[in-house]
């Protein structure tokens, strides 16, 4: 069978027979109904791909069952069947949303071409519906990739919050891709034609953040050879992205509050104030409350920055997201290294399932690249990736029934070395059913 569900619905029965006959030769799911209002009824139980309505019946006219039919699945298409007398009718029904119309008497082949035409039609939208959906929660933003409801949430955040002038502070992991948000609010924003000024905050000590931030002047100190312009200068009309703000002393925090309340700063050695246009994103891995309590990072800073916030989800509450950034990373280093790699074997990608990736984003891109540069072939194998390790188990001291699942399924994996689909089929279950017993059953991999 085709597949393909196709209604006849016709008054005369010697009609729907000959019909249904022609159709289920060539492989197709074929139901009758004697009427437009039978056809109706059928409609509300099955979904029909393509309908034949008969255009003049006793009772409910082809014409109104059209209408009706289309107000509950417009999606559907329908075929009119009419004689040659009824022509403008057929047409009137074309205008209401029907697909095409056969004038009888028509012939097998006629038929079938026709139905092969409008199944291809249907297969073309499916596929693209489907690139414009993968479309719109793939490339949402050019750098951040997810399909998952905690991205598209965060995706749909951006878009709101970035029409905004209003300060961001973002949370997150080390490697959950806060930089790539702070650049996408940007995207977003008034200022998108502005610079984009990123300080990492930890990666200068205190002196020499001091003079990024504020640039100095001519002979402000040993070094200083000429005038330079520092970070808050040159983020003038665009945004200050101060990524990793909780490494930030106590002293530069309060140097930081007064800028951001009064846009007002002087270079180092300089005596004439600057004004800077600019707004702020800030990023931190660090639990900010437990900072501010433990007197490390000053309350009033905080509320300063975190006029809105949000948390980038880590990687491990983001699982679905994995082979669509895995394949992404792979042509990417694949490209880069000139190597012809373009498949991740199924194994591999279980491996990458299993895993809790505490790099997150980071750490994957990471094994990716690795891959890429060691793999012998024109696939990734589990060996290549960083994260593989052989497993060995020990029988539990519980028999319930619990602990006896838990204990051959951990076996079994131990056996396959973890080959998911192997493992799936040697205990007589789906791949699906696998996951979650290993996620309900904590089981985990162990050197």
């Known amino acids: 069978m085709s597949g393909t569900k196709i209604l006849i619905v016709d008054d005369e029965l010697i009609m729907r027979e000959s019909l249904a006959g022609w159709l289920e030769r060539d492989g197709h799911d074929v139901f009758t109904a004697a009427s437009g209002e039978e056809a109706l009824e059928k409609i509300k139980e099955t979904h029909f791909d393509i309908i034949l309505l008969d255009i003049r019946m006793e009772g409910m006219s082809g014409i109104e069952a059209l209408k009706h039919i289309k107000e509950d699945d417009p999606e559907v298409a329908i075929v009119m069947i009419t004689a040659y007398g009824s022509i403008s009718t057929a047409i009137e029904a074309m205008k209401g949303g029907a697909y095409d119309y056969l004038l009888k008497p028509f012939d097998p082949e006629e038929l079938g071409i026709l139905i092969e035409k409008i199944i291809k039609d249907q297969a073309r939208q499916r596929e693209n519906l489907f690139l414009r959906e993968q479309y719109k929660d793939r490339i949402r933003f050019e750098s951040l990739l997810g399909q998952s409801k905690a991205m598209q949430e965060i995706f749909d955040l951006i878009e709101d919050i970035g029409p905004t002038d209003s300060t961001v502070l973002i949370l997150g992991e080390t490697g959950t891709g806060k930089g790539l948000a ?13 610079p984009f000024v990123v300080v990492n905050c930890g990666a200068f000590p205190e002196n020499l953040l001091e003079s990024e931030l504020f640039g100095y002047q001519k002979g402000a100190f040993t070094d200083a050879k000429k005038t330079k312009k520092g970070r808050l200068e040159l983020a003038h009309g665009g945004t200050l992205f101060l990524d990793e703000i909780g490494e930030i002393s106590m002293r530069m925090q309060i140097d930081l509050l007064r800028i951001l309340e009064d846009r007002v700063f002087y270079r180092l050695g300089g005596t004439q104030p600057i004004e800077a246009d600019f707004r702020v994103i800030a990023a931190t891995n660090k639990n900010l409350d437990d900072a501010i309590k433990s007197g490390a990072f000053r309350e009033d800073l905080y509320y300063r920055l975190n006029v809105i916030s949000f948390t980038m989800p880590p990687l491990r509450q983001r699982k679905e997201d994995i082979p669509l950034l895995a394949e992404h990373f792979l042509r990417r280093f694949a490209q880069e290294t000139n190597k012809h790699i373009d498949q991740i074997s199924r194994e591999a990608m279980d491996e990458m399932m299993l895993y809790d990736w505490p790099g997150n984003v980071r750490e994957l891109q990471n094994a990716i690249e690795r891959a890429v540069v060691i ?8 060996e290549d990736l960083p994260i593989f390790r052989q497993e ?51 089981i985990e991999k162990s050197s």
């Open 182 to 194: 702070a650049k996408a609010i940007h995207t977003y924003s008034p200022r998108s034609q502005g």
């Open 375 to 382: 793999a012998k072939g024109r696939k990734i194998m589990p």
């Open 392 to 442: 060995h188990r020990t029988p539990p001291k519980s028999k319930s029934l619990k602990e006896v699942e838990k204990h051959h399924i951990a076996e079994i994996l131990r056996e396959t070395n973890w080959n998911i689909s192997r493992s799936a089929k040697i205990l007589g279950i789906d791949r699906a059913t696998l996951y979650n017993k290993i996620k309900r059953y904590q």
